[in-house]
């Protein structure tokens, strides 16, 4: 996509080489660093910058995603959300008691173990070794406050969001947990369009991105 497109791949608040928050976030906070951070770059409704831009989240970063939308609606022309986040009320409290805390990085001894050996030892999803233990240091960077954004996200209450999002949407399916809560949520959408990838799973990001561009591109381009 960055062959004739600028693609701007911001860090969450807290992950990658961001600061992390002095205080745990919400949605709206992730949403609004975004905002603020293309406003700063010369992105927005103003016609004399950049314009609008077009978002592209997964997991979390689609809650995100359409918190940017409501929050400057002039930012955000078209949006292409795989994999949104989406559980029902009664669900999301459950949800949120496994994320209350951080991970027992010094409770549980044998939790580094255990996570290294689901994660790379023996994951065997089509990704490089060496990508995977790239992915896995990234995960221990972000510490004891790691947690964040799942807490974030099931705290949130996505459904007035989704019913009153105004952009044109894409929703591919992917074949990964967030399959079935994304045609719920997608169904809340006014201008959503569905496509099943089910061929393919979450580690389409890393072992077949151009799958996803073939379906993506024209959604973006077309008028």
Partial sequence: MAEDRLVISPDTPGYG???????????????????????????????????????LGFHTGNFVAIEM???????????????????????????????????????????????????VYNNDNGVSKDRQLEMFVERLRAGTTSHYGFNAVFRYNPDPVLKALDKPVLLPILNELLAEPTRVSGKMIR?????????????VWFIGPERLTKVVRPFLDGT
Avoid: H, W
Wanted: hydrophobic share 30%; glycine share 10%.
């Fill in 17 to 55: 080489s961001s600061t992390k928050p002095t205080a745990q976030p919400d949605i709206e906070d992730y949403g609004r660093a975004c905002v603020e951070a293309l406003n700063d770059l010369g992105y927005g409704p103003s016609s004399d910058g950049g314009g609008p831009v077009d978002v």
């Fill in 191 to 203: 201008n959503a369009s569905f496509i099943e990838l089910m061929d393919l799973d979450a580690s």
């Fill in 69 to 119: 939308a409501r929050q400057q609606p002039g930012l955000v022309r078209k949006m292409v959300m795989p994999g949104i986040p989406y559980f029902p009320p009664d669900e999301r409290q459950g949800k949120l008691e496994q994320y209350v805390g951080p991970r027992p990085y010094f409770s549980d001894p044998a939790y580094m173990e255990k996570s290294y050996l689901s994660s």
